[in-house]
């Protein structure tokens, strides 16, 4: 049986593409779990429809992923940190710390877009690259500076 899908299913096919199946596991499966639907001539000329309007979509997010990378590309960022002896910090910055900054200077961005390898624990300048979008990658640059020091 021939089939639409209408997500991604893992090891079958991406949303949008036309897939030959079982019909029982088309029947049984994919289509009460509204996964995919029949590839009949109306659903393939409205498959096009679809395929047309995600094309606009995915622009229309580019364009506006590459006017926030604008924005951010070179931005400086400075986070205070409360370190101890030796001038070493207590707990670490992590995205979600990188983001309530960018909150701070009016640019929302979700945290899982923030690419940090491992959490930020040390004094210093480090370029955080920021994935907006699949073609659309900004990087700014965080400063960790010690707020005050903790004397034992």
Known sequence: MQIILRSDVEKL????????VKGGYARNFLIPRGLAYAATKSNLARLTEERRILAQRALKEQRIAGDVA???DGMSLTAMVVVGEEDRMFGSVTSQDIAELLREKGIDVDRRKIQLEEPLRALGEFQVPI??????????????????????
């Open 131 to 152: 994935k907006l979008h699949t073609d659309v990658t900004a990087t700014i640059t965080i400063e960790l500076a010690k707020e005050k020091t903790l004397e034992p």
């Open 70 to 72: 604008a924005k951010l």
């Open 13 to 20: 096919g991406k949303m949008g593409d036309v897939a030959q």
